[in-house]
């Protein structure tokens, strides 16, 4: 079992930055490939980025590409979301997983945090 514990959450105001990490709670990464989706109130979780567990693919949503940037470091058993430009739509709670393969559909990830808040204000 990997728990997942997400960080660095807030508010900021539109056009901001804000960076998100995520580490397993009491073990090593494993040769998981990662991913971060957000859900909005009354919306349903969606897919923002993911990356393989070597970091050598990466993948973003159509709304956030150019904006966010997603990366690893193994060697601190971490996964960061660098995310620049902030838009008031961007609010949510982002969620990493961990799963066996990088997909844009949450299914397919075996493991989650408990979420992070992003509040972006206009």
């Known amino acids: 079992q990997v728990q997942l514990v997400e960080s660095g959450g807030g508010l900021v105001q539109a056009g901001g930055s804000l960076r998100l990490s995520c580490a397993p709670s009491g073990r090593t990464f494993g040769r998981y490939a990662m991913g971060w989706f957000r859900q909005a109130p009354g919306k349903e979780r969606e897919f923002v980025a993911s990356?393989?567990?070597?970091?050598?693919?990466?993948y973003y949503a159509d709304s956030v590409k150019g904006r966010f940037t997603i990366s690893r470091d193994n060697a601190k058993n971490t996964v960061y979301l660098q995310m620049n430009s902030l838009r008031p739509e961007d609010t949510a709670v982002y969620y990493c997983g961990a799963g066996s393969r990088t997909s844009t559909g949450y299914e397919e990830y075996d493991y989650w945090g408990q979420g992070t808040q992003v509040t972006v204000s206009s």
């Open positions: 990356i393989s567990w070597l970091g050598r693919s990466t």
